[in-house]
Protein backbone atom coordinates (compact mmCIF):
# COMPACT_ATOMS: atom_id res chain seq x y z
CA UNK A 1 0.00 0.00 0.00
CA UNK A 2 1.12 3.66 -0.69
CA UNK A 3 0.77 6.81 1.26
CA UNK A 4 0.59 10.09 -0.10
CA UNK A 5 1.30 13.13 2.14
CA UNK A 6 0.86 16.61 0.13
CA UNK A 7 1.75 20.05 2.00
CA UNK A 8 2.50 23.71 0.84
CA UNK A 9 -1.05 24.80 0.47
CA UNK A 10 -2.36 27.80 1.61
CA UNK A 11 -3.44 31.62 0.56
CA UNK A 12 -2.14 33.13 -2.39
CA UNK A 13 -2.91 36.63 -4.12
CA UNK A 14 -3.80 36.61 -7.25
CA UNK A 15 -0.72 36.15 -9.94
CA UNK A 16 1.05 34.65 -7.77
CA UNK A 17 2.78 31.23 -7.41
CA UNK A 18 2.53 27.97 -5.30
CA UNK A 19 4.74 24.91 -4.91
CA UNK A 20 3.24 22.15 -3.93
CA UNK A 21 5.34 18.80 -2.60
CA UNK A 22 3.88 15.31 -2.01
CA UNK A 23 6.17 12.63 -0.36
CA UNK A 24 5.56 8.84 -1.11
CA UNK A 25 6.03 5.64 1.22
CA UNK A 26 5.09 2.46 1.59
CA UNK A 27 5.03 0.01 -1.36
CA UNK A 28 6.40 2.59 -3.86
CA UNK A 29 8.35 0.23 -6.45
CA UNK A 30 4.94 -0.94 -8.24
CA UNK A 31 3.83 2.60 -8.93
CA UNK A 32 4.06 3.89 -12.69
CA UNK A 33 2.88 7.14 -12.63
CA UNK A 34 2.17 10.25 -9.85
CA UNK A 35 0.53 13.27 -10.53
CA UNK A 36 -1.33 15.75 -9.65
CA UNK A 37 -5.29 16.64 -9.10
CA UNK A 38 -7.64 19.67 -7.90
CA UNK A 39 -11.38 19.98 -6.46
CA UNK A 40 -13.34 23.19 -6.49
CA UNK A 41 -16.33 23.12 -4.15
CA UNK A 42 -19.78 21.50 -6.22
CA UNK A 43 -17.33 20.57 -8.70
CA UNK A 44 -15.54 17.17 -10.23
CA UNK A 45 -11.82 16.25 -9.34
CA UNK A 46 -9.90 17.65 -12.56
CA UNK A 47 -6.44 16.34 -13.54
CA UNK A 48 -3.71 18.76 -13.97
CA UNK A 49 -0.38 16.95 -14.12
CA UNK A 50 1.59 13.48 -13.89
CA UNK A 51 4.87 11.90 -14.59
CA UNK A 52 5.87 8.88 -15.19
CA UNK A 53 7.77 6.98 -12.39
CA UNK A 54 9.00 3.91 -14.25
CA UNK A 55 9.25 1.89 -17.50
CA UNK A 56 10.57 3.29 -20.65
CA UNK A 57 8.43 6.53 -20.35
CA UNK A 58 10.59 7.36 -16.93
CA UNK A 59 9.75 11.09 -16.39
CA UNK A 60 8.03 11.85 -19.30
CA UNK A 61 5.11 14.74 -18.18
CA UNK A 62 1.55 14.94 -19.18
CA UNK A 63 -0.17 18.26 -18.66
CA UNK A 64 -3.87 19.28 -18.56
CA UNK A 65 -4.91 21.85 -21.54
CA UNK A 66 -6.17 24.23 -18.54
CA UNK A 67 -2.99 24.96 -16.66
CA UNK A 68 -0.19 24.39 -19.92
CA UNK A 69 2.35 26.62 -19.89
CA UNK A 70 1.77 27.25 -16.17
CA UNK A 71 2.41 24.30 -14.21
CA UNK A 72 5.56 22.35 -14.12
CA UNK A 73 5.65 18.97 -12.25
CA UNK A 74 9.45 17.48 -11.15
CA UNK A 75 10.34 14.43 -9.25
CA UNK A 76 12.99 13.16 -7.07
CA UNK A 77 12.91 9.63 -7.14
CA UNK A 78 15.96 9.49 -4.22
CA UNK A 79 13.36 10.62 -1.61
CA UNK A 80 9.68 9.50 -3.32
CA UNK A 81 8.63 12.99 -3.55
CA UNK A 82 6.87 14.88 -6.39
CA UNK A 83 6.43 18.90 -6.92
CA UNK A 84 3.55 20.80 -8.62
CA UNK A 85 4.39 24.47 -9.10
CA UNK A 86 1.94 26.75 -10.84
CA UNK A 87 1.97 30.56 -11.95
CA UNK A 88 -0.49 33.01 -12.55
CA UNK A 89 -2.79 31.94 -10.10
CA UNK A 90 -6.52 33.33 -10.10
CA UNK A 91 -9.66 32.72 -7.84
CA UNK A 92 -10.19 29.97 -10.00
CA UNK A 93 -7.50 27.92 -9.19
CA UNK A 94 -8.76 27.70 -5.52
CA UNK A 95 -9.68 23.78 -4.49
CA UNK A 96 -8.08 20.88 -2.82
CA UNK A 97 -5.47 19.85 -4.48
CA UNK A 98 -4.61 16.25 -4.26
CA UNK A 99 -1.42 14.59 -5.02
CA UNK A 100 -2.10 10.53 -7.03
CA UNK A 101 -0.33 7.42 -7.42
CA UNK A 102 -0.72 4.11 -9.74
CA UNK A 103 -0.50 2.61 -13.06
CA UNK A 104 -2.56 4.49 -15.43
CA UNK A 105 -2.37 3.56 -18.71
CA UNK A 106 -2.30 5.84 -21.95
CA UNK A 107 -6.32 6.26 -21.76
CA UNK A 108 -6.10 6.42 -18.17
CA UNK A 109 -3.64 9.08 -17.44
CA UNK A 110 -5.50 11.39 -16.98
CA UNK A 111 -8.63 10.63 -15.43
CA UNK A 112 -9.15 9.38 -11.34
CA UNK A 113 -9.81 5.61 -12.27
CA UNK A 114 -6.25 5.68 -13.56
CA UNK A 115 -5.15 6.16 -10.15
CA UNK A 116 -5.23 3.91 -6.76
CA UNK A 117 -4.02 5.69 -3.97
CA UNK A 118 -4.59 9.10 -3.17
CA UNK A 119 -3.64 11.87 -0.61
CA UNK A 120 -5.58 13.61 1.63
CA UNK A 121 -5.16 17.37 0.34
CA UNK A 122 -3.99 20.71 1.26
CA UNK A 123 -6.37 23.54 0.50
CA UNK A 124 -5.41 26.17 -1.85
CA UNK A 125 -6.94 29.61 -1.65
CA UNK A 126 -6.13 32.42 -4.29
CA UNK A 127 -7.17 35.46 -2.98
CA UNK A 128 -6.55 39.18 -2.08
Known amino acids: QVQLKESGGGLVQPGGSLRLSCAAS????????MGWFRQAPGKEREFLAT???????????YYADSVKGRASISRDRATGTIYLQMSNLSPDDTAVYYCAAGRPITSTMRTTGGYTSWGQGTQVTVSS
Open 51 to 61: IRWSGGSYGNT
Open 26 to 33: GSTSGIHA
